[in-house]
C-alpha cells in the first residue's frame, strides 16, 4: 500500500544532541510536510517541501533544517535539541487520488514521538 | 491566511447518543475543508473531506459534515456514538489551487460513556 514511513518511532535525546527524523513516500507526490504536535496545539507545521531541491518555513521553522534531495526522501534535522522541541513529529504527503490539481490531504506517517531531557 | 477554530477542547457523550464537534474557519476564498481522527498512540486518519462537490459531506464510521459558507462552519456530527469513537479530532483547512499546506485546528477529544 502506498504510504508515508517515519522512522524512528521513538527517540530520547540529551538536550545539546542532534539528530535526524527519517521520512520516505512511495506516492510520487511533489508535497511533503513536516509536523509537530503538542497538547492542545493540535498541528503546528515545521518545514515544508514542494519538490526536489525547494525547502520553505512554515509556522515553527526554528531549531529544525530539512533537505529534499528526491522525490521519495524528506528529513527533518535538528541540530541542537532543546527540552522545547520534546513532541511527536509527523511527516505528511497528499496520497495518489491527490494528484493534479485536486487536493485531498494528506497521508500521514505514524509519527515520531522525541522527547529531549 | 486561514485559521481554523474548534469550539470545545474536551466533548463527553453517553453511548448511542449524538456527536457534534464544531469547526469554524477563516478563509479568504472558499476552502477545502478536512476532519481527521487520531485514536491514541496512532497517526491520523482522514475521517471525509469537502472539496466543493456537495455541501453534506459523508466520511467512515458513520460520521458527515456540513459545510455553511454563510457560518463559514463544517461540524462534524455523528447520530450515535460508539465506543470505539473515543479519539482525538482535528479540522483542517487549506486554501484552493496548488497551495496543499493544511492548518489544523487544536483538537477536540471525544470521550464516550457507556
Known amino acids: 500500500n502506498a504510504g508515508v514511513t517515519q522512522t524512528p518511532k521513538f527517540q530520547v535525546l540529551k538536550t545539546g544532541q542532534s539528530m535526524t527524523l527519517q521520512c520516505a513516500q512511495d506516492m510520487n507526490h511533489e508535497y511533503m510536510s513536516w509536523y509537530r504536535q503538542d497538547p492542545g496545539m493540535g498541528l503546528r507545521l515545521i518545514h515544508y517541501s514542494v519538490g526536489a531541491g525547494i525547502t520553505d518555513q512554515g509556522e515553527v521553522p526554528n531549531g529544525y533544517n530539512v533537505s529534499r534531495s528526491t522525490t521519495e526522501d524528506f528529513p527533518l534535522r535538528l541540530l541542537s535539541a532543546a527540552p522545547s522541541q520534546t513532541s511527536v513529529y509527523f511527516c505528511a504527503s497528499p496520497p495518489p487520488e491527490g494528484q493534479g490539481t485536486a487536493f485531498y490531504g494528506y497521508t500521514f506517517g505514524s509519527g515520531t514521538r522525541l522527547t529531549v531531557v | 491566511a486561514q485559521s481554523v477554530t474548534q469550539l470545545g477542547s474536551h466533548v463527553s457523550v453517553s453511548e448511542g447518543a449524538l456527536v457534534l464537534l464544531r469547526c469554524n474557519y477563516s478563509?479568504?476564498?472558499?476552502?477545502?475543508l478536512f476532519w481527521y481522527v487520531q485514536y491514541p498512540n496512532q497517526g491520523l486518519q482522514l475521517l471525509l473531506k469537502?472539496?466543493?462537490?456537495?455541501?453534506l459531506v459523508k466520511g467512515i464510521n458513520g460520521f458527515e459534515a456540513e459545510f455553511k459558507k454563510s457560518e463559514t462552519s463544517f461540524h462534524l456530527t455523528k447520530p450515535s456514538a460508539h465506543m470505539s469513537d473515543a479519539a482525538e479530532y482535528f479540522c483542517?483547512?487549506?486554501?484552493?489551487?496548488?497551495?496543499?499546506?493544511?492548518?489544523f485546528g487544536a483538537g477536540t477529544t471525544v470521550t464516550v460513556r457507556a
Open positions: 469537502y472539496t466543493s462537490a456537495a455541501t
Open positions: 478563509s479568504s476564498v472558499p476552502p477545502y
Open positions: 483542517a483547512v487549506s486554501r484552493r489551487s496548488n497551495d496543499y499546506k493544511l492548518s
